[in-house]
């Protein structure tokens, strides 16, 4: 099950353009997580939530245990590679800037799967 945290984040997926990599991230994690519940997408601001179209997007991480955050996040990073010419970028992190620990998932216009 695909879950979306509230109306608020809802308007911004409906409203906005995805990178279609970052969609095709978000499924895939689906593939071997049975449930992703969305807690940001775009917004205003710099970075990748705000770009057009829009790179990033956050998944809630207390549903999970820790030994899977761990398995998702390698799972991602194992198939995706963010920007070639910056390897120490990842797709996936599991961070906190202040609104709590959760799955961020990023694309770059160089992202490839590899």
């Known amino acids: 099950m695909i879950l979306i945290k509230n109306t608020s984040v809802?308007?911004?997926?409906?409203?906005?353009?995805?990178?279609?990599?970052?969609i095709e991230i978000v499924l895939d994690i689906y593939?071997?997580?049975?449930?992703?519940?969305?807690?940001?997408?775009?917004?205003?601001?710099?970075?990748?939530?705000s770009t057009n179209p829009c790179?990033?997007?956050?998944?809630?991480?207390w549903i999970y245990s820790a030994a899977k955050l761990r398995e998702i996040q390698e799972y991602v990073n194992s198939k995706w590679t963010y920007d070639p010419e910056r390897p120490t970028m990842e797709c996936c992190i599991i961070h906190d800037v202040?609104?709590?620990?959760?799955?961020?998932?990023?694309?770059h216009?160089?992202?490839?799967?590899?």
């Open 10 to 22: 809802l308007k911004a997926l409906l409203s906005k353009n995805y990178h279609p990599l970052l």
């Open 31 to 49: 593939s071997i997580a049975s449930e992703i519940v969305v807690t940001e997408g775009w917004r205003e601001g710099k970075g990748v939530h």
């Open 55 to 61: 790179r990033g997007i956050d998944i809630r991480s």
């Open 98 to 107: 202040g609104r709590g620990v959760h799955l961020h998932l990023q694309v």
């Open 109 to 114: 216009p160089n992202t490839i799967k590899t």
